[in-house]
T-cell receptor, first 109, second 113 residues
Framework: GQNIDQPTEMTATEGAIVQINCTYQ??????LFWYQQHAGEAPTFLSY??LDGLEEKGRFSSFLSRSKGYSYLLLKELQMKDSASYLC??????????WGAGTKLIIKP | IAGITQAPTSQILAAGRRMTLRCTQD?????MYWYRQDLGLGLRLIHY???????GKGEVPDGYSVSRANTDDFPLTLASAVPSQTSVYFC????????????FGPGTRLTVL
């Protein structure tokens, strides 16, 4: 079967760093996406990785290890506005996104 | 304003009724998608369309139908709504290419009683 695992909820402090992990098992693999979703809103794109390694984009970075079926999203210098759910999704061999249930990130002052 | 719109924003529907959720994008994207999002579950693909005139079934297509008469519009129809179809429905679109991000509409919150 196809499966995406990520923690249900995480808590971090404003100004700190947090790493949100994701493991995936999908039929084929064509890349790994991370999206941000604020409560009551639509998901918005954060990053796409298809090759192993770290992609940095401002305060957000995303890492991929294809051999381990593993990715993480790293958020630095956390701000209150980063409180949201973070969705991991794997693009399978049919070019369909298989989504995790999301990690709710709570930022405390 | 370029983007993707959905209507209605929310709807309460009696079981057995027919309902069409509307989705329109003005970005000239080839691909469009319908997802449902339920608490504790990831987004699940209902139907998709890679280009105008073609549609395909996703992970949870039963009870839903779609059409793609033109590039901009991708309506989702529930022929006879059931309570298990209570969910938040998101429409999305993307340009051609594997790595192209999907842009999401604001969602429709549907309650079937």
């Amino acid at each position: 079967g196809q499966n995406i695992d990520q923690p249900t909820e995480m808590t971090a402090t404003e100004g700190a760093i947090v790493q949100i992990n994701c493991t995936y098992q999908t039929s084929g693999f064509n890349g790994l996406f991370w999206y941000q979703q604020h409560a009551g809103e639509a998901p918005t794109f954060l990053s796409y990785n298809v090759l192993d390694g770290l992609e940095e984009k401002g305060r957000f970075s995303s890492f991929l290890s294809r051999s381990k079926g593993y990715s993480y999203l790293l958020l630095k210098e956390l701000q209150m506005k980063d409180s949201a759910s973070y969705l991991c999704a794997s693009l399978n061999s049919n070019y369909q996104l298989i989504w995790g249930a999301g990690t709710k990130l709570i930022i405390k002052p | 304003i370029a983007g993707i719109t959905q209507a209605p924003t929310s709807q309460i529907l009696a079981a057995g009724r027919r309902m069409t959720l509307r989705c329109t994008q003005d970005m000239r994207h080839n691909a469009m998608y319908w997802y449902r999002q339920d608490l504790g579950l990831g987004l699940r693909l209902i139907h998709y369309s890679n280009t105008a005139g073609t549609t395909g079934k996703g992970e949870v297509p039963d009870g839903y139908s779609v059409s793609r008469a033109n590039t901009d519009d991708f309506p989702l129809t529930l022929a006879s709504a059931v309570p298990s179809q209570t969910s938040v429905y998101f429409c999305a679109s993307s340009a051609a290419g594997v790595s192209n991000e999907q842009f999401f509409g604001p969602g429709t919150r549907l309650t079937v009683l």
